[in-house]
């Protein structure tokens, strides 16, 4: 089983920079891929970015792409993802998941933390 927390997001305004974060308990294993997602209302759920715990795998959303960075601290089994230049679409409940590299699907995720971008 694998925990996943997040953390970070809040009310900024369009441009702003936010930074969120997801604590990961339990059976974090090397050979896991972390990934963000997140969900607009009356939108389906979207893939935001990606990475392994061992730095490869990295990938992300063309709407996010140069913008949005995903990093981890093995250490602490934290996974981040900074988001700058934040525009009023990013608005979202944004959740961090997580599946083994030979899976494509995700089997655990976190609660969400809501981000809401204002003009």
């Known amino acids: 089983q694998v925990q996943l927390v997040e953390s970070g997001g809040g009310l900024v305004q369009a441009g702003d920079s936010l930074r969120l974060s997801c604590a990961a308990s339990?059976?974090?294993?090397?050979?896991?891929?972390m990934g963000w997602f997140r969900q607009a209302p009356g939108k389906e759920r979207e893939f935001v970015a990606s990475?392994?715990?061992?730095?490869?795998?990295?990938s992300y959303a063309d709407s996010v792409k140069g913008r949005f960075t995903i990093s981890r601290d093995n250490a602490k089994k934290t996974v981040y993802l900074q988001m700058n230049s934040l525009k009023l679409e990013d608005t979202a409940v944004y959740y961090c998941?997580?599946?083994?590299?030979?899976?494509?699907?995700?089997?655990?995720w976190g609660q969400g933390t809501q981000v809401t971008v204002s003009s």
């Open positions: 339990g059976r974090t294993l090397s050979n896991f891929v």
């Open positions: 998941a997580s599946r083994s590299r030979g899976s494509l699907r995700y089997d655990y």
């Open positions: 990475a392994a715990w061992t730095g490869d795998m990295l």
